[in-house]
C-alpha cells in the first residue's frame, strides 16, 4: 500500500476550498466578469486533479478488487441524494428526488464509483492504449445529445482519463519530480497567466461547459461545430494547471500541519457545504449580499470557514460509517462445527 505524505493532504485541503469556493460563485458568475473569470479557472482544474488524486490512490481498490471500497461511493452517493432531500422537505417543502440524473453535488460519488468499476475491468490492459480510447472517447461523446448529465454520464467520460492517469501514477516519483526549481518557477508563470487570461478575456467564458464537464458541444454557442477541439484544447489546459500545482504544493507543512490534518476530511465538507450553500442563499436569501464585486471578496474566508468548519474528525467518522456500509452489511463466513477456525467455502 502507498503510504501518503503531507502533500497530497494539502493539496486536497485546497482543491475542496476552491471546491467550496467554485459553488459559492457559481451564484453570482453573471454578475461580473470578474466573477465569470474565478470560476473559469477554478473549474479548469479542481475536479479533474481531485479525480487524478483519487486515481492516484486506488491502486489497491482496484488491483485486489476491493468492491466493498467501490460500492461505498455508491452509498454514499445515495446518503447524499437523502440529505439532499431532507433539505428540501424540511426547508422548502418540497419533495424532490431524482435517482440518477444529477447536477448537484453528488455526481461525484456516483462517478468515483464508475471510474472504480471501469478500472478494475480494463486493469490488465496496456495502459496506453486505455488512456488513448477514453480519450479519444471523451472528444467524440461531445456530439452525442445523450451524453448528459443523467446517470452523471458526461462527466463519467470526460473525467475518466484523469482517473486512469492517476491509476498508472506512481505518487512518489510525482514528488521526486515536482521538487525541480524550475519547474517550480514555471508552474508560477502557468498557474500566473491562466489566471491573467480567465480574468482578463471574457470571451473565453464560452468554454465553461467543457470545464464543467455535463453538457454535449451543442452548450458551446456556435462554436459546437469546434467541440472536438475545444475540449483538446481545454484538456491540454488542464493538465497543465494542474501539473503546475502539484508542482507548487509543498511536501509539508510542519510535522503536525494543521492544513494537512483537515486534508484527510475533506468527505464530510464535499457532502454538507452544499447544504449550508442552500441555508445561505435560498433559506435566508443573502444573495444581494454579495451582489457587488467588492463584496463578493467575502466569499474567500467565507469557503474557508466552511471548509474549515466541516472538515473535522467527528463529521469524518460519521461520513465514513456511511461510507463502510457495504464492509459491515457483508455476511461473515460460517465455521464449521468440527474445525471452528476452517471456513466454508461457497
Known amino acids: 500500500m502507498v503510504k501518503r505524505t503531507q502533500k497530497w493532504d494539502i493539496l486536497k485541503f485546497f482543491l475542496m476550498f476552491t471546491v467550496v469556493l467554485g459553488h459559492f460563485i457559481d451564484y453570482h458568475d453573471t454578475e461580473c466578469d470578474f466573477a465569470r473569470g474565478i470560476f473559469l479557472f477554478i473549474y479548469s482544474f479542481h475536479m479533474p486533479l481531485f479525480i487524478f488524486i483519487s486515481g492516484m490512490f486506488s491502486k489497491r481498490t482496484v488491483n485486489e478488487k476491493r468492491w466493498n471500497k467501490i460500492l461505498g461511493y455508491l452509498v454514499v452517493y445515495f446518503a447524499a441524494k437523502i440529505f439532499i432531500f431532507l433539505y428540501y422537505l424540511i426547508f422548502k417543502q418540497v419533495l424532490y428526488f431524482r435517482v440518477f440524473g444529477e447536477t448537484g453535488l453528488a455526481w461525484f460519488m456516483f462517478a468515483l464509483f464508475a471510474f472504480g468499476v471501469i478500472t478494475v475491468a480494463v486493469r490488465n490492459y496496456k495502459p496506453q492504449a486505455v488512456l488513448i480510447i477514453s480519450i479519444l472517447l471523451a472528444l467524440f461523446a461531445g456530439y452525442d445529445e445523450n451524453v448528459n448529465s443523467e446517470l452523471v454520464l458526461s462527466r463519467i467520460i470526460v473525467w475518466f482519463p484523469f482517473y ?57 454557442e456556435g462554436a459546437a461545430d469546434f467541440g472536438f477541439l475545444i475540449r483538446l484544447a481545454c484538456y491540454a489546459v488542464t493538465t497543465l494547471i494542474c501539473a503546475a500545482l502539484i508542482i507548487l504544493t509543498p511536501d509539508k507543512l510542519s510535522k503536525k500541519s494543521f492544513i494537512a490534518k483537515r486534508g484527510q476530511y475533506t468527505l464530510p465538507v464535499y457532502l454538507f457545504h452544499y447544504i449550508i450553500m442552500l441555508l445561505i442563499y435560498d433559506t435566508f436569501d443573502a444573495h444581494e449580499f454579495f451582489s457587488g464585486e467588492r463584496e463578493m471578496y467575502l466569499l474567500i474566508p467565507i469557503s474557508l470557514a466552511v471548509t474549515l468548519l466541516l472538515s473535522n474528525k467527528y463529521l469524518n467518522k460519521f461520513v465514513q460509517l456511511i461510507y463502510n456500509l457495504p464492509e459491515t452489511a457483508r455476511k461473515k463466513p460460517k465455521e464449521t462445527e468440527n474445525n471452528p477456525k476452517e471456513v466454508i467455502k461457497l
Open 164 to 220: 486512469y492517469a492517476g491509476y498508472c501514477t506512481d505518487p512518489k516519483k510525482l514528488e521526486k519530480v515536482s521538487r525541480s526549481k524550475w519547474l517550480k518557477l514555471l508552474s508560477v508563470i502557468i498557474i500566473a497567466a491562466a489566471i491573467t487570461v480567465a480574468i482578463t478575456v471574457p470571451e473565453t467564458y464560452i468554454v465553461r461547459p467543457m470545464f464543467t464537464a455535463q453538457h454535449p458541444y451543442s452548450a458551446l
